[in-house]
């Protein structure tokens, strides 16, 4: 049995007198990437705020093989940032408020400059290091998002949808880099997506929630037709195939 | 205070800031208006102009209450001010409400108990000049300390603040995962732009001080390429604007706090064409 990153043991949220996760019980394997999968409103991203200590939850969510609920570092990449396109905020500014407290305004240290250019090196966007967020494109904010992760060394990633926003091929990029990074750094990726592509292409384990756990494992396993009409709707379906894709290809 | 208006002098000897009034308006404007400046980076990022405009307008109310209790008004009026700047951050975070729906109906019932207060009691509305037009030419010693610990405050509190409050107006989640809790910063950030609204508004009064905030950070995203230029331009062009508005309603004899205003929105007006130059220069083949 594979060592947990995260453990879910009778999670519950409850907003507003509505139950939005419902005694989730699950253990997330390290050092892979898990997908989560449902339907909106399903309670996806609720559950990543859980585990965040974003949301109120009832249950335990634990983390490691020693089962410890004290929350080792996560790194977060939301869907999107709330910033005008107008905004001056430059790539560099954003990177640097996430390394250090000291205010942007009295500049920005020679080492926390580097730590930002190596990061947009590692995932192929060091050229936009002195562009304003607001100017850059769906795919390169992603990628930023990405980076941003990457600076704080974490251990687990939660990703929410991060490739919502992006075209079909700017996805497709994303997941590559995201895969490349996950065999180098050996890290543990949670992302949310309803991406079934995506998700069978890239994920080792699934976990298919419609605010209770439908299914879980294995991508092989679980990602059958039946589970996912049961998570999505009766008129989706899987059609396999046999060749590789081409960013899976190694 | 003495060394700091002699100081002004020496540094600024001009005629027109030879009479004591004109020195102690000039120190104060230069101390408020950057200040209000800087927090207005984050009123734009935050979108809170209502929220400042609902602390000015509880002036009225704050005011008529002190009087009414036998306080100083110029106190009451500020500790009302804070009183619902805390309200709305609260009652903002216990209800389903948005927030602007929140600052709407406090900014409705301030304005209603401060017209009902003062027209049930004559005799009340003689103070209601200075709070609606500012009157920073009378403006005595104590006042211009309480400016000046609060300059300081808002310059510590930016420089523990400020990338944290980038990061909760780009994405709350994210900021937490960061370890930076938005209730306490959101909340700490209120009580201190709520502060900040009440004593500014000595300076331009509760019809413009909201423009103090905003018009500044406004004018700088217009020419900012970064964070730091946003925060450095907001505060230069409200000194600047200070000292030419102060200067220009000398030479008119025009209301101080509306002419400090007025530069400023003439220089957001030649910012934005400055910035349709470089735009159309980008474009240029």
Redesign the interface.
């Given at each position: 049995m594979p060592d947990p990153a995260v453990i879910l043991e009778n999670v519950s949220v409850e907003l507003g007198g509505r139950v939005i996760l419902d005694s989730l019980n699950a253990e997330i394997e390290a050092g892979c990437l898990t997908a989560i999968m449902g339907p909106n409103g399903a309670g996806k991203t609720t559950l990543l705020h859980a585990i965040l200590g974003l949301a109120p939850h009832k249950g335990r969510i634990l983390f490691g093989k020693n089962r410890s609920d004290r929350r080792p570092r996560l790194g977060y990449v939301p869907q999107r940032l709330d910033l005008d396109r107008g905004s001056p905020i430059t790539v560099r500014d954003f990177l640097a408020s996430i390394q250090t407290d000291r205010p942007l305004w009295t500049g920005i240290a020679r080492l926390t400059d580097q730590s930002s250019e190596a990061a947009l090196e590692r995932i192929g966007i060091r050229s936009i290091l002195n562009a304003p967020m607001g100017k850059i494109s769906g795919g390169e904010t992603q990628r930023v998002l990405l980076a941003q992760a990457l600076l704080r060394k974490s251990e687990i990633l939660l990703l929410d949808e991060p490739a919502a926003a992006v075209d079909i091929s700017g996805e497709a990029l994303f997941c590559d880099i995201l895969e490349e990074i996950q065999n180098e750094l050996g890290i543990t990726l949670l992302l949310v997506s309803h991406d079934l592509s995506i998700v069978s292409t890239h994920a080792r384990n699934v976990i298919c929630l419609n605010r209770s756990i439908i299914c879980s494992g294995p991508v092989a396993q679980v990602m059958t037709p039946d589970n996912v009409r049961k998570v999505f709707s009766p008129h989706t379906d899987v059609y396999s195939h046999s060749h590789s894709h081409p960013s899976t290809a190694s | 205070m003495d060394f700091l208006l002699d100081l002004l002098a020496s540094v600024l000897p001009f005629g027109w800031l030879e009479p004591d009034f004109m020195r102690r308006a000039l120190l104060g404007l230069i101390l408020i208006a950057p200040a209000c400046a800087t927090m207005g980076v984050q009123v734009v990022s935050f979108r809170m102009a209502f929220f400042s405009d609902a602390i000015s307008h509880s002036a009225f109310t704050g005011v008529a209450l002190g009087l009414i209790l036998g306080l100083d008004p110029r106190w009451s009026m500020i500790g009302f001010g804070v009183l619902v700047g805390c309200g709305v951050l609260i009652l903002a975070r216990q209800t389903?409400l948005s927030t602007d729906t929140v600052i709407g109906v406090f900014f409705a019932a301030v304005v209603a108990l401060g017209v009902v207060v003062v027209s049930a009691r004559r005799g009340l509305g003689r103070y209601f000049e200075s709070v609606l037009f500012g009157d920073i030419l009378a403006i005595r010693d104590a006042e211009l300390w309480l400016i000046l610990a609060l300059a300081l405050a808002v310059l510590v509190f930016?420089?523990?603040a400020?990338?944290?409050l980038?990061?909760l107006?780009?994405?709350p989640?994210?900021a937490?995962?960061?370890g930076i809790k938005s209730t306490p910063w959101e909340m700490a950030y209120g009580i201190l732009l709520a502060l900040l609204v009440m004593v500014a508004l000595r300076a331009v009064g509760l019809l413009l001080v909201t423009a103090l905030l905003v018009v500044p950070a406004a004018t700088a995203?217009n020419l900012?390429?970064?964070?730091?230029?946003?925060?450095?331009w907001a505060s230069v062009l409200a000194a600047v604007s200070s000292m030419l508005g102060l200067y220009l309603s000398y030479v008119w004899g025009s209301a101080t706090g509306a002419t400090v205003i007025l530069v400023g929105v003439l220089l957001f007006v030649a910012s934005f064409g400055w910035r349709l130059v470089r735009r159309l220069r980008l474009v240029k083949p």
């Amino acid at each position: 049995m594979p060592d947990p990153a995260v453990i879910l043991e009778n999670v519950s949220v409850e907003l507003g007198g509505r139950v939005i996760l419902d005694s989730l019980n699950a253990e997330i394997e390290a050092g892979c990437l898990t997908a989560i999968m449902g339907p909106n409103g399903a309670g996806k991203t609720t559950l990543l705020h859980a585990i965040l200590g974003l949301a109120p939850h009832k249950g335990r969510i634990l983390f490691g093989k020693n089962r410890s609920d004290r929350r080792p570092r996560l790194g977060y990449v939301p869907q999107r940032l709330d910033l005008d396109r107008g905004s001056p905020i430059t790539v560099r500014d954003f990177l640097a408020s996430i390394q250090t407290d000291r205010p942007l305004w009295t500049g920005i240290a020679r080492l926390t400059d580097q730590s930002s250019e190596a990061a947009l090196e590692r995932i192929g966007i060091r050229s936009i290091l002195n562009a304003p967020m607001g100017k850059i494109s769906g795919g390169e904010t992603q990628r930023v998002l990405l980076a941003q992760a990457l600076l704080r060394k974490s251990e687990i990633l939660l990703l929410d949808e991060p490739a919502a926003a992006v075209d079909i091929s700017g996805e497709a990029l994303f997941c590559d880099i995201l895969e490349e990074i996950q065999n180098e750094l050996g890290i543990t990726l949670l992302l949310v997506s309803h991406d079934l592509s995506i998700v069978s292409t890239h994920a080792r384990n699934v976990i298919c929630l419609n605010r209770s756990i439908i299914c879980s494992g294995p991508v092989a396993q679980v990602m059958t037709p039946d589970n996912v009409r049961k998570v999505f709707s009766p008129h989706t379906d899987v059609y396999s195939h046999s060749h590789s894709h081409p960013s899976t290809a190694s | 205070m003495d060394f700091l208006l002699d100081l002004l002098a020496s540094v600024l000897p001009f005629g027109w800031l030879e009479p004591d009034f004109m020195r102690r308006a000039l120190l104060g404007l230069i101390l408020i208006a950057p200040a209000c400046a800087t927090m207005g980076v984050q009123v734009v990022s935050f979108r809170m102009a209502f929220f400042s405009d609902a602390i000015s307008h509880s002036a009225f109310t704050g005011v008529a209450l002190g009087l009414i209790l036998g306080l100083d008004p110029r106190w009451s009026m500020i500790g009302f001010g804070v009183l619902v700047g805390c309200g709305v951050l609260i009652l903002a975070r216990q209800t389903e409400l948005s927030t602007d729906t929140v600052i709407g109906v406090f900014f409705a019932a301030v304005v209603a108990l401060g017209v009902v207060v003062v027209s049930a009691r004559r005799g009340l509305g003689r103070y209601f000049e200075s709070v609606l037009f500012g009157d920073i030419l009378a403006i005595r010693d104590a006042e211009l300390w309480l400016i000046l610990a609060l300059a300081l405050a808002v310059l510590v509190f930016e420089a523990v603040a400020f990338n944290r409050l980038l990061l909760l107006a780009l994405n709350p989640p994210l900021a937490h995962s960061r370890g930076i809790k938005s209730t306490p910063w959101e909340m700490a950030y209120g009580i201190l732009l709520a502060l900040l609204v009440m004593v500014a508004l000595r300076a331009v009064g509760l019809l413009l001080v909201t423009a103090l905030l905003v018009v500044p950070a406004a004018t700088a995203r217009n020419l900012a390429r970064s964070a730091s230029g946003l925060f450095w331009w907001a505060s230069v062009l409200a000194a600047v604007s200070s000292m030419l508005g102060l200067y220009l309603s000398y030479v008119w004899g025009s209301a101080t706090g509306a002419t400090v205003i007025l530069v400023g929105v003439l220089l957001f007006v030649a910012s934005f064409g400055w910035r349709l130059v470089r735009r159309l220069r980008l474009v240029k083949p």
